[in-house]
């Protein structure tokens, strides 16, 4: 009994706004098996010529990147806020022990707790349920 090939499914189409971020793979330098072919990047500019794709201006967000432009949007994926707030949204903030949670809960934790009025109430605030 022979089963049918997995057909792979390109990603949807995804129209990017201006302040977007987003992984970029260079086709080039990845076909060509170079490295740094994958790179993070913030959507700086967005042009919509007649008739053409649109492209894109996209700004590094690491060190020694550099600023481009293109129309590959096939070789962009959109980096979704949820995933960057991951480590935040699920930190147990109600642990006594500071070492059980990550850097950027307990940098929230303190923000919030250090805004609570005089003769307030130690306990640290709860993060809101995920959207």
């Not at 949807?12 to 994958?38: E, F, M, N, S």
């Not at 700004?59 to 481009?68: F, H, K, N």
């Not at 006594?96 to 109430?121: I, Y």
């Amino acid at each position: 009994m022979s089963t049918a090939p997995q057909i792979r499914r390109a990603a949807p189409a995804i129209r990017y706004q201006v302040g977007d971020y987003v992984l970029y793979r260079d086709p080039d330098r990845y076909w060509a098996g170079l490295a740094d072919h994958t790179q993070p990047y913030r959507v700086d500019f967005v042009g919509t010529p007649v008739g053409r794709a649109p492209f894109y201006g996209l700004v590094p967000l690491t060190a020694g990147g550099r600023r481009m432009s293109t129309e590959h949007s096939d070789y962009m994926r959109l980096l979704p806020a949820a995933d960057a707030m991951a480590d935040i949204d699920l930190a147990p903030l109600n642990d006594p022990d500071p070492a059980g949670m990550t850097p950027a809960a307990v940098a929230w934790s303190r923000q919030h707790t250090a805004q609570l009025p005089a003769g307030g109430s130690a306990v640290r605030p709860e993060l809101p349920g995920p959207r």
